[in-house]
C-alpha cells in the first residue's frame, strides 16, 4: 500500500519560510520521480515544482528562485523548502509520486499578516 503523508505546513507571515516535508513508502522510492502540487480555494491543483531522476528540478514561474525541491533516499522523503512566501502562495500543497494516482492527504499553507 502506497503512503504519503505531508507534514511542515501552517500559518507564516509574508516573507517568511516552511519546510514542507513528505514521507513515502509502500514503493522503492529512490526510483520514482517526485513533485507538490497545490491548490488554492477556486483554483485549479498546479505543479509547484518536480524531481527528476533524482537531480534535475523543474518550478513553477512563480515560485522559481524562492522553493526548493529535493529529497532524501535514505529516510524516503522529498522536501520543499518555500522562501519570501507571498499571499498568493498559500493554498493545501500535496506531495505526489510524479504522475502517477498517488497522493498524499495534502498540508495546508496559510501567508497572513
Known amino acids: 500500500q502506497v503512503q504519503l503523508v505531508e507534514s511542515g505546513g501552517g500559518l507564516v507571515q509574508p516573507g517568511g519560510s516552511l519546510r514542507l516535508s513528505c514521507a513515502v513508502s509502500?514503493?522503492?522510492?529512490?526510483?520514482?520521480?517526485m513533485a507538490w502540487y497545490r491548490q488554492a480555494p477556486g483554483k485549479q491543483r498546479e505543479l509547484v515544482a518536480a524531481i527528476i531522476r533524482g537531480v534535475n528540478t523543474n518550478y513553477a514561474d512563480s515560485v522559481k528562485g524562492r522553493f526548493t525541491i529535493s529529497r532524501d533516499n535514505a529516510k524516503n522523503t522529498v522536501y520543499l523548502q518555500m522562501n519570501s512566501l507571498k499571499v498568493e502562495d498559500a493554498a493545501v500543497y500535496y506531495c505526489?509520486?510524479?504522475?502517477?494516482?498517488?497522493w498524499g492527504q495534502g498540508t495546508q499553507v496559510t501567508v497572513s499578516s
Open positions: 505526489n509520486v510524479y504522475r502517477s494516482g498517488y
Open positions: 509502500g514503493i522503492i522510492f529512490g526510483l520514482y520521480d
